[in-house]
């Protein structure tokens, strides 16, 4: 099993930034690919950004150019740069993890998840 915990949200302005982070327990070794999902009040869960087990990434067009996604070691295995951020970032962020090396948009295909950190984001 594996068990994944996020940290580093929190309260920010606009314009602000935050560093999200996943740590990972158990059988850490077979995480390959890796995800942050949100979830803002009364909408449903979105991907974030995405990276396979060789570093291609994927990001939603919402947060181009203003969130990082990296790999990390191998006890906080992912995290989650975010700058300039916006009222419309606020949400539940979670880590998901896979046990497939390719990069991966189907939530379906993350079958490890975090509890969640929150962001929330004043204009």
């Known amino acids: 099993q594996v068990q994944l915990v996020e940290s580093g949200g929190g309260l920010v302005q606009a314009g602000g930034s935050l560093r999200l982070s996943c740590a990972a327990s158990?059988?850490?070794?077979?995480?390959?690919?890796m995800a942050w999902y949100r979830q803002a009040p009364g909408k449903g869960r979105e991907l974030v950004a995405a990276?396979?087990?060789?570093?291609?990434?994927y990001y939603a067009e919402s947060v181009q150019g203003r969130f990082t996604i990296s790999r990390g070691n191998i006890t906080i295995p992912l995290t989650l740069q975010m700058n300039s951020l916006s009222p419309e970032d606020t949400g539940m962020y979670y880590c998901?993890?896979?046990?497939?090396?390719?990069?991966?948009?189907?939530?379906?295909?993350?079958?490890?998840w975090g509890r969640g950190t929150q962001v929330t984001v004043s204009s």
């Open positions: 998901a993890a896979s046990i497939k090396r390719e990069l991966i948009v189907s939530e379906n295909d993350y079958i490890y």
């Open positions: 158990g059988s850490i070794f077979r995480l390959y690919a």
């Open positions: 990276i396979s087990s060789l570093g291609n990434t």
